[in-house]
């Protein structure tokens, strides 16, 4: 049997694609526990969890919503995950904390590879994981069909623990292939019992055949059993489901429909029975078995009422309300019961638990002392999509970094940083990703945002060299202004900034005004003139002259711009666009339209390979002008039924001429006009 402790408090998560079913799910399972009086609706807005704004506005989930019930005497929590890939990140933070994840699909082969990414994760951290397909009562599913799918996108054999009990097109219950018991689904209430249908023995028994010699291949002993036709006894059978599905060897399957209450019995008995307990998963984490309280932080949340709350799952030891910890003293212990906090004097092995105003503690953290070997945290997805902000209130912009810095301590997938023009750029992982933030800045922080695109750095270089005159002479009366320079300009190689070059002898230009004449070029260089920063060139001071009372280091300054600004003309001026570095992850299957999406967007294609250690995948190489990346993610999405991403990094900047130049500079000069 497996290393569980079943008197623990053990911790499951559903995840799976947008729309597969997960919040109806937990619904069911929570009304199956008892844990509600009656199962809500997405649709009516009246489920337990998702009671957010964002939320309810979507139909979807945009957080992971924490449930705690017992089952059969024993308290499990449910976390139900977002399935929109764009915010992923809450997903994966909250799979390093469970015990056990339900992945949930629905019956359809072809929204399979939607399921990839997940089982990837899982199974690159070796969390154990069942699969539910949800939606079995919909009308022509093909679950047979959708298995052979669902297999090619996962590392892990999947094994089937039961078969449907069909009448027509329909799917009515379902044979256990252990116990080798049929049930007939009855909803709001536990399955009935009825006897295995004479037309479905023959099937039951090749499909318990194939799921014993799945087991077999990591047991050596039912393998002998099965060698010498030897029926293996029940327990030995459920003890290999356990310890396969512990150790992450298999993915146990199950089926149902959330809304109408097949099958949700079923599928907590699996739990119940097989899913390993809080000691195994902090063994499996790395987490050494002696020591001090001890705790990981996976989710953090700025709640009006409460403050911050930092949602952690208890591995070792016990904290009570109001400890003081290396960390700082907790200000409020909440336990989750149903959708809803509730305060407790202490939380212990195996609970999921919301410490209060903890701060110094970010999401990952380890409270209680970090354990040497512990498994590392999940790094913060890459940013796919960008807004440019700016608060509503003049004089809000303090405030507005301060609530998105909130934001970002909730969801780590979101950043803010300032671009090269002033504009404060909110990254993440796609448009309604950024939209559900700027709707909880208005709600939660009472910061009202206009967005735009942000804006794209381009520079500009020049081709050709030329000698300028500036010469700056003002008489006012009393101490007048006078400052007289000669300088060369000329084109460097492409990545080479700026270099200025003093040539200046005899002292035509004093040894002080020189540090002010390379200001002034500076100075001019921030905005050449088609508007944008200029680089990759070299200015020469060559010569000058001074007048011993007028001239001053503003006067050497402006004769700088003066030159600048007649001589940058004669050198051929060229708009640089920055060209970015992609590659773009999608299944092979739409690696060709992954390819037309670069090559519609002026990019470069430079290969694709097949992407490491994803089997099906493939990975296109290509130079894209960053001009063109604003909603990448978005068709790419689209084309890709959700699962394409791609990663990104600055690489050159290439000259652009012609009509797309010609209108980057007439919306920059109507920028600067406005501005």
Request: proline share 6%.
């Amino acid at each position: 049997m497996t290393s569980k402790s079943p008197s623990l408090p053990r911790a499951c998560a559903l995840v799976g694609p947008f729309a597969a079913g997960k919040t109806s799910l937990l619904e069911a399972m929570l009304f199956a526990c008892g844990a509600i009086g009656r199962q809500g609706r997405i649709k009516d807005g009246t489920t337990t969890c998702d009671s957010s704004p964002e939320a309810r506005a979507r139909l979807m989930s945009v957080e992971p919503n924490i449930a705690s019930a017992e089952y059969l005497g024993e308290k499990w929590t449910f976390i139900d995950c977002p399935g929109s890939v764009e915010f992923q990140q809450d997903s994966y933070n909250a799979l390093m904390a469970v015990d056990v994840a339900v992945v949930v699909c629905e019956p359809d082969p072809a929204r399979a590879v939607m399921v990839a990414p997940v089982l990837k994760f899982l199974d690159g951290h070796k969390i154990p994981h069942l699969l539910f397909v949800n939606k079995i009562d919909t009308a022509g599913t093909r679950l047979k069909e959708t298995l052979e799918a669902l297999q090619a996108v996962s590392d892990r054999p999947l094994v089937m623990r039961e078969i449907p009990i069909r009448e027509g097109d329909a799917v009515t219950g379902y044979i256990d292939l252990v116990s080798e018991r049929a049930y007939k689904y009855r909803p709001g209430q536990t399955s009935a019992v009825i006897k295995i249908p004479d037309a479905l023995k023959g099937e039951e028994s090749a499909a318990r055949q194939e799921m014993l010699e799945h087991l077999a291949d990591f047991d050596d002993h039912l393998m002998e059993e099965l060698l010498e036709d030897i029926q293996p006894p029940a327990d030995e059978v459920y003890a290999d489901l356990g310890k396969d599905l512990a150790e992450d060897l298999i993915v146990p399957v199950f089926f149902g429909s959330a809304e109408n209450d097949g099958g949700i019995h079923r599928l907590l008995k699996a739990l119940r029975h097989d899913a390993p307990g809080p000691a195994a998963t902090a063994a499996r984490l790395g987490v050494k078995a002696e020591g001090s309280a001890l705790a990981t932080v996976f989710k953090t949340v700025h709640a009006a009422h409460t403050g911050k709350l930092s949602f952690a799952r208890v591995w070792r030891g016990e904290f009570t309300d109001n400890q003081s910890l290396d960390v700082g003293r907790i200000g409020g212990l909440y336990l989750m019961t149903g959708g809803t906090p509730t305060k407790v004097a202490k939380a212990g092995v195996g609970d999921v638990c919301a410490f209060g105003r903890l701060d110094a503690v970010a999401t990952g953290q380890v409270i209680g002392g970090a354990d040497a070997g512990m498994e590392p945290w999940p790094v913060p997805l890459p940013p796919l999509f960008a807004f440019a902000l700016a608060a509503e209130k003049k004089g809000d912009d303090v405030k507005l970094t301060g609530a998105i810095a909130k934001l970002a301590e909730e969801d780590p997938s979101l950043s803010l940083d300032h671009g090269e023009f002033g504009e404060q750029v909110l990254r993440g992982q796609g448009e309604i990703h950024l939209q559900v933030a700027i709707d909880r800045l208005k709600s939660r922080f009472n910061m009202a945002v206009v967005t735009a695109k942000p804006t794209v750095p381009y520079k500009e270089t020049i081709r050709k060299s030329t000698s300028v005159h500036g010469r700056h002479k003002k008489q006012s009366g009393g101490h007048g202004q006078f400052g007289d320079i000669h300088i060369d300009i000329a084109p460097l190689p492409r990545g080479s900034g700026f270099k200025f070059v003093d040539k200046i002898v005899g002292g035509v230009v004093p040894r002080q005004y020189i540090p002010s004449v390379e200001e002034g070029v500076a100075d001019f260089l921030r905005q050449g003139p088609f508007g944008f920063p200029v680089v990759d060139l070299q200015v020469t001071l060559t010569s000058g002259s001074y007048h011993a009372v007028d001239s001053s280091d503003m006067a050497f300054k402006t004769a700088a711009r003066i030159a600048m600004s007649e001589g940058m003309p004669q050198c051929d001026p060229v708009l640089l666009e920055p060209i970015l570095a992609v590659e773009i992850s999608v299944p092979a299957d739409f690696t060709a339209k992954a390819q037309r999406i670069v090559s519609g967007r002026r990019g470069q294609i430079l290969g694709y390979d097949a992407k490491e250690g994803w089997q099906g995948w493939d990975t296109v190489s290509a130079y894209l002008p960053q001009a063109e990346m604003d909603d990448l993610i978005v068709e790419l999405r689209s084309l890709t039924m959700g699962v394409g991403t791609f990663s990104w990094k600055f690489d050159h900047l290439q000259e652009i001429s012609g009509r797309v130049a010609e209108k980057v500079v007439e919306a920059r000069k109507e920028a600067l006009a406005s501005a």
